[in-house]
């Protein structure tokens, strides 16, 4: 293609790269980053959802021409992947966030942005300029602490909240224990610094500090919420992952309602974390902007669907009426094309992105989103496709686990 960037000898595949981040991340950040919910048997089966499916290619088509864009908040994007909310990225890489910001402006490609960021939702859309951002929100049991993080979305230029529905609780996740992952110096949660003490803002996702803290810190102790009997006691002490991100509470009927009027008419409300039917009809009740099926990249309900295996049914019933996006297991352009296939628009990465901020900062995520899109637009090629609206489910074949061949 004209204009191509000159290949990265040392990094020709996701999978490759996936072996460089490997090198270069502490144990702690590796595992944190890389674990699933217990077995990871969900994790596992996120990737392999995208084997069972073969691609029937068409043949003597005019393809001297390949657009790979398509529609996103109501402009073209360039083509139908975005980075996916992923927390502290300062782990990977000291630009963090930043480094992902300025490779996503680069490549013209959305970007998500995690509540638990270790850069403020105003550095990373400065970064970000004119390119379109969305925030992750989990929207935590004292909405005030959530009011406040929308305001400054919505004054910042993010298009959406993305609202996670997957984490009433949070998912076991053993390495994590025992590995008693800590947030180290300098970083911090930089969203919710300012809700503590120079002292306990360092702790913000229980990370460490030094001796000269410990009574500073003893004052601002978090702990989660839960209920005494009678009510709902809700979390106290400055604002940490572990205390605050899981709520219970979460309904339908109040949260979404609240949600909307507090992010319209600047930003959109999408839900992530919708993994069935019954629950996507849900979400078209409450009048939602979008959906993206997930399940919180096989972190939370160990055995539940893959999100590719998930995917077919709520497209069924959504019906066209909102997007459906995915994410989940994607690891090569050929997934991006499945997944399309199968009914979704749009679709989200989130750990490749991290293992090449962890390879070269901005350069790694460069290359890893010019990795996919290249592979993207040669399946579309090879496929018969010039235009992302061509694909579809006549392109797929399902090959059932005695390797019979069924069509879609």
């Known amino acids: ?44 089966e996120n990737s392999e959802a995208y084997k069972k499916y073969r691609i029937r290619p068409r043949v003597l088509r005019d ?5 790979t864009s398509c529609l996103l908040f109501g402009g073209r994007h360039p083509f139908p992947l975005g980075v996916a909310p992923t927390a502290m990225q ?24 995690s509540s638990f960021a270790t850069s403020t939702l105003e550095d990373v859309a400065e970064a970000s300029a004119s390119n379109p951002h969305v925030l992750q929100l989990y929207l ?23 609202l996670t529905v997957d984490t009433p609780m949070l998912g076991r996740r053993n390495l994590e224990i025992r590995n008693q992952f800590k947030l180290p110096k300098p970083f911090k949660i930089a969203n919710f610094a300012e809700n503590s ?26 702990a989660p919420g839960y209920h005494d009997g009678n009510k709902r006691r809700p979390p106290t002490g400055p604002i940490t992952f572990h205390s605050h991100a899981a709520n219970p509470t979460l309904c339908w009927e109040r949260d979404i309602d609240w949600l909307q009027k507090e992010c319209y008419p600047e930003m959109e409300v999408w839900v992530k974390g919708i993994a069935t039917a019954e629950d996507a009809i849900l979400a078209l009740r409450h009048n939602v902007d979008g959906i993206i099926v997930s399940n919180h990249g096989g972190r939370q309900l160990n055995g539940a669907l893959a999100t590719l295996d998930a ?57 890893c989103l010019r990795l996919l899109r290249d592979e993207f637009t040669l399946c579309m090629g090879l496929a018969g496709t010039v235009k992302v609206s061509e694909i579809s489910k006549d392109y797929l074949v399902k090959i059932d686990k005695a390797g019979f ?4």
């Open 140 to 162: 935590f049991e004292e909405r005030e602490h959530s009011r406040k993080l929308i305001e400054r979305a919505k004054a910042t230029g993010y298009k959406a909240v993305f």
């Open 197 to 222: 003490s120079s002292a306990a803002s360092k702790a913000v996702m229980d990370g460490s500090s030094s001796d000269m803290d410990k009574r500073e810190e003893e004052k601002h102790v978090s």
């Open 311 to 367: 995917l077919p049914e709520i497209v069924e019933v959504i019906q066209g009426k909102i997007p459906v996006h995915v994410d989940g297991g994607i690891r090569h352009g050929t997934d991006i094309f499945k997944a399309l296939a199968l009914g979704a628009e749009f679709v989200w990465v989130g750990r490749p992105i991290l293992w090449g901020l962890s390879y070269k900062g901005q350069e790694g995520v460069e290359l």
């Open 1 to 44: 293609m004209a204009g191509q960037q000159p290949h990265d000898l040392n990094c020709l595949t996701i999978a490759e790269l996936e072996k460089h981040a490997e090198i270069r991340m502490d144990k702690q950040t590796r595992d944190y980053y890389n674990e699933g919910a217990d077995s990871g048997s969900t994790l596992l």
């Open 405 to 408: 061949v069924s069509r879609l």
């Open 63 to 67: 393809i001297s021409f390949i657009d």
């Open 90 to 113: 300062c782990l990977a890489h000291p630009d963090g966030e930043i480094a992902t910001a300025r490779a996503c402006k680069e490549a013209g490609v959305v970007m998500g942005l």
